[in-house]
């Protein structure tokens, strides 16, 4: 059974500082994805990653792969308060039927970021 | 383009009942996913349908059930409703298989009392 472990769950930090969340897999899989979710709204995608030693960036995030140790990293920095929301990694499960792969989810970052 | 439309935004139920949610995918998507999302369980996949078939299951009672029309909108249907199917639906909707994004929609929050 493929399991997603985020840590840390919950991080509250100050503007301007940086920070980063993990992301552990358990078994192989050729997509990591990062959402971010804002309360009471749906999921957002922030970045795809498909290939060992992959790094995507989007202003202050930016995000890695290492498929060889299944971890991903979603790195922030300078944080402003605009960032703060939940924020989950989601590994894709490959279908043997070749249909769209369903997503397994970690149990998400709950992230506030302080002025 | 508009993006993954789902309705109602809102329902309330009593255990017992059933309820239909409804996705529409965005244009030209032919792929469509359901998750459940509760504050207990997190994010969990359901099913995933593709072309009129389902392509992928989740570890769901035989309670909860889908269907996909040719035009590709998504019904997902939940019978003998238990509280603990108080949750916010997600539809997602991709290109198929080898597309790499699922799009989200907005999700339909089901209450059961």
């Known amino acids: 059974e493929l399991k997603v472990e985020q840590n840390p769950l919950f991080l509250s930090m100050q503007e301007g500082k940086n920070y980063t969340i993990y992301c552990n897999y358990s078994t192989t899989s050729d997509r990591l994805y990062w959402y971010r979710q804002d309360p009471g709204k749906s999921l957002e995608s922030l970045f795809v990653l498909l290939s060992n030693g992959a790094v995507k960036q989007e202003g202050r995030l930016m995000a890695s792969l290492d498929t060889k140790a299944r971890l991903s990293t979603l790195h922030i920095t300078a944080a402003v308060h605009d960032l703060s929301a939940t924020y989950f990694c989601?590994?894709?499960?490959?279908?043997?039927?070749?249909?769209?792969?369903?997503?397994?989810f970690g149990k998400g970052t709950h992230l506030i970021i302080q002025p | 383009k508009a993006g993954v439309t789902q309705t109602p935004r809102y329902l309330i139920k009593t255990r017992g009942q059933q309820v239909t949610l409804s996705c529409s995918p965005i244009?030209?998507?032919?792929?469509v996913s359901w998750y459940q999302q509760t504050p207990g369980q997190g994010l969990q996949f359901l099913f995933e349908y593709f072309s009129e078939t389902q392509r992928n299951k989740g570890n769901f009672p035989g309670r909860f059930s889908g269907r996909q029309f040719s035009n590709s909108r998504s019904e997902m249907n939940v019978s003998t409703l238990e509280l603990g199917d108080s949750a916010l639906y997600l539809c997602?909707?991709?290109?198929?298989?080898?597309?790499?994004?699922?799009?989200f929609g907005p999700g339909t929050r089901l209450t059961v009392l």
């Open positions: 997602a909707s991709s290109g198929g298989p080898g597309s790499i994004t699922q799009y």
């Open positions: 989601a590994v894709a499960r490959r279908n043997s039927g070749g249909g769209a792969d369903g997503l397994t």
């Open positions: 244009s030209g998507h032919r792929s």
